[in-house]
């Protein structure tokens, strides 16, 4: 029991998440006049990007062969966040990625430009709350009940998205989720950072791209063999914003009994805690004996928590299908474009599948649930097949689904029209004129 008082909060729209779609979602929606409120579990907006340190904006850019210059064709809300991390000095110059290129950021500076955009649009924001329950009547969703330090929220809103990361509200609900390929998720990854780095040694040594080249995955095969607990070869290795620092992307997080462990699993997600802390004392350990240029370094810090790339999904009225990524699908309701490649975490070299001079898109019906009202989701949760979501799971395109959903938002509940009756070819144009540029 808890016996502390209950408090009544009404809203237009209760969001449920604070990364990079629960942020713009909130904020787009603020900014045409809806009385807002944000929920997030931390003391800070970022989800994955910074609780999970994943550290970089992806999928802003085409991918092509040999890359010679960053060609950005995703825009829209990303680009109000990416100038807002700029004036901060939080956001490098793009960085080659393979066949792409990324962008790296400073944690701070992207709590601190969320902070500033919810803040300048009027969201009313609950830090370190958690939404514990849905509000149902019958098929129609009213609203959450949200923890707090000070008591019970009752939140009743016209419209509620989920943007958990992980379907959690969809699954309150009992409407339709499932998990991976048959329940068989991407591994989660603890990352770090190594400061104390000489990085003009570093990059001297091994180049410029941020995929890390055979000689280091030789290395790492040659250390496991030698005794290192490396159980991954080939990682991303990220030079950032702060003078003699690399952001590190190389553990693989796997339970003891070999499975990839499924973060909303209690158990799972606490051994991945502890494991892939393990891990990053013994990558650490490796690169300060073996690499150029790290060899005063040091662990600076890692993740808040695990970062996490696959949990549950919700079942949408569309599904976003693996072939729609490799062929580079479009289409007429299509709010969201990517040009990242599937990046399936999976043994101990991740594998990457290139989309080369092209873009696919997300079609709208990816982010409602086949039956419910009242009721939208985005982010990595969206219905989308197991490889499919190795691709459209990342930074720039959850910004994209979070714009859809802000846009959304604000349509059903000015003309009082369920969401689910709102053409996606309605919401592609209204994006359109907010600077998405989907069809340029």
């Not at 929920?39 to 010679?68: H, I, N």
């Not at 956001?91 to 080659?96: K, S």
């Not at 898109?361 to 985005?378: D, M, N, S, T, Y």
Request: aromatic share 8%; proline share 4%; charged share 25%.
């Amino acid at each position: 029991m808890d016996a502390r008082p209950t408090r009544r909060v009404d809203v237009d729209l209760l969001v449920v998440g604070g990364g990079a779609t629960g942020v713009a979602a909130a904020t787009v929606a603020a900014r045409a006049g809806l009385k807002t409120l944000l929920v997030e579990r931390y003391g800070f907006c970022g989800g994955g990007a910074v609780a999970g340190l994943s550290g970089t904006v992806c999928g802003l850019y085409e991918a092509e062969e040999a890359p010679r210059r960053p060609k950005q064709i995703v825009h829209g809300f990303v680009d109000d966040f990416i100038a807002a991390m700029e004036q901060r000095g939080g956001l490098a110059e793009p960085v080659l990625y393979g066949k792409t290129w990324t962008r790296v950021h400073e944690p701070l500076a992207w709590r601190e430009s969320a902070d500033a955009l919810l803040a300048t649009a009027g969201v009313k924001l609950a830090y370190h709350a958690l939404a514990i329950g849905v509000h149902r009547d019958g098929d129609r969703i009213d609203g959450a009940t949200v923890w707090t330090k000070g008591g019970l929220l009752d939140v009743r809103a016209g419209l509620t998205i989920d943007a958990s990361g992980d379907a959690d509200l969809v699954a309150m609900a009992g409407l339709e989720t499932y998990c991976g390929a048959d329940g068989v998720v991407q591994n989660p990854t603890m990352i770090f950072r190594l400061q104390g780095v000489d990085v003009a040694r570093f990059k001297a040594a091994y180049g410029s791209d941020t995929i890390m080249p055979p000689e280091v995955t030789a290395l790492i095969a040659a250390a496991a063999d030698a005794g290192y607990a490396l159980p991954r070869q080939k990682i991303w290795l990220f030079e950032t914003t702060r003078p003699g620092e690399l952001l590190c992307n190389c553990t693989r997080v796997r339970g003891a009994d070999g499975r990839e462990l499924n973060c909303i699993d209690g158990d799972d997600f606490t051994e991945a805690e502890v494991e892939g802390r393990r891990q990053v004392r013994e990558y650490a350990r490796f690169f300060k004996d073996q690499l150029a240029g790290c060899e005063a370094s040091w662990v600076n810090d890692t993740a808040v928590q695990v970062g996490v790339r696959q949990t549950r999904q919700a079942r949408g009225l569309a599904t976003l299908r693996n072939e729609d990524v490799v062929r580079g699908s479009k289409f007429s309701d299509g709010v969201a474009r990517s040009p990242w490649p599937i990046e399936l975490h999976a043994g101990s070299k991740p594998r990457v599948q290139w989309l080369l001079n092209d873009w696919y898109e997300v079609p709208w019906g990816c982010f409602v649930p086949e039956r419910g009202e009242g009721l939208l989701f985005g982010g990595r949760c969206l219905s989308a097949e197991h490889e499919a979501v190795a691709s459209a799971r990342v930074t720039a395109q959850c910004f994209s689904y979070g714009h859809a959903l802000g846009v959304a938002a604000t349509v059903a509940l000015r003309e009082r029209t369920p969401v689910r009756a709102i053409p996606g070819s309605v919401i592609r144009e209204l994006l359109n004129r907010q600077g998405a540029r989907l069809d340029d």
